[in-house]
């Protein structure tokens, strides 16, 4: 059995991710966690468990944990698994370079997952980008357009980076060399090599992500369709299963996908 702490329990994705774990006959909920004054805070989940709001007993009893806060929450909870000895997936996105040097270092003592997107239909649509963008040269212009249900906070999507920078590896540069700052009132001609991004928020969108490459009287357009949530959190839970036991290290979702299957 893999034991399971969800972090963020009352959340969209904390409740997809429970719902997913207590139905998967190999693992077993430890405990959720919830920021203090949240409703979900104290009441019972699973068989007997009561939500607190200390990531760190959990961390304890956990295998590995899954944390899909918010960036703000990012430190402490790498503090408890690493205290705690527990594998760590981090689903949270709007992440600054701060917090992937925290999980830089966490990853030299537990096995960390950072993924901005679980799916297995996002991880194969990166390898596809990469390699579209690799075979076209700077002609094609890169735009990556993002649509999201109206409570999402962080733009663009972390998944729509995560899209970018496979991008940008095609074109063998880091994506800050190429991003493009949002065309809006005179921003001028495009420049050519750059890849652009543009968000769009409405509605209960769980999250539709289209890059575009535009050539001269051509193009080619990838793109991904969330229909729920269930796809994450089916994607978190097998990747916890995947985490649990490996070495110390920093993990994607295409190692998990490649050695896991
Ligand atoms: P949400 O706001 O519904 O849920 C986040 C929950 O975390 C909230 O209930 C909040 O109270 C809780 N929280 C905040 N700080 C906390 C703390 N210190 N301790 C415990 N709980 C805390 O948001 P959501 O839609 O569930 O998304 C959560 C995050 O996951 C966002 O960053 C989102 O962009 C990201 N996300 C990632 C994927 C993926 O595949 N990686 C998919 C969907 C969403």
Partial sequence: MIKIGVLGAGGRM??????????????????????????????????GLVVGANAAPVAHKADVLIDFTSPAALEENLRAALDGGAAILVGTTGLAPEHHAAIDNAAKSIAVLQAANTSLGVTVLAAMVEQASRALDTTWDIEIVELHHRHKVDAPSGTALFLAEAAARGRGLPLSELRLPPHDAQSGVRRAGGIGLAALRGGSVAGDHKVILAGDGERIELGHVAEGRDIFARGAVKAAR????????????????????
């Fill in 14 to 47: 904390g409740q997809a991710i429970i719902a997913e774990v207590l139905t998967a006959p190999d693992c077993w909920l430890v405990g959720g966690v919830e920021r203090a004054g949240h409703p979900i805070c104290g009441s019972v989940i699973g068989e």
């Fill in 242 to 261: 995947w985490l649990a036991g490996l070495d110390p290290g920093r993990y994607t979702m295409a190692d998990m996908f490649r050695t896991a299957g």
